[in-house]
């Protein structure tokens, strides 16, 4: 049972790659937060991305507050 487990969670994670690389995801020698964790969320969204989702982060730098002067 935990073969088959394994067996379709690879598949799932192939399927998910895939995906990515017909999306061009992995042409990119500059990636950015966003970048990677677009391409994280397409490997795991995996057959769901054939289904319509496009999965997409926005990453926004933190607040940090400017120093005194």
């Not at 399927?15 to 500059?30: E, K, P, S, V, W």
């Amino acid at each position: 049972m935990t073969r088959i487990l394994a067996l379709l969670i690879v598949v799932w994670l192939v399927i998910g790659a895939l995906a990515a690389y017909q999306r061009d995801y992995f042409t990119d020698n500059d990636t950015n937060c966003a970048e990677a964790s677009n391409i994280a969320l397409t490997i795991v969204a995996g057959p769901l991305n054939y289904f319509g989702v496009n999965p997409k982060v926005k990453c926004k730098a933190p607040n940090v507050p400017e120093p005194s002067q």
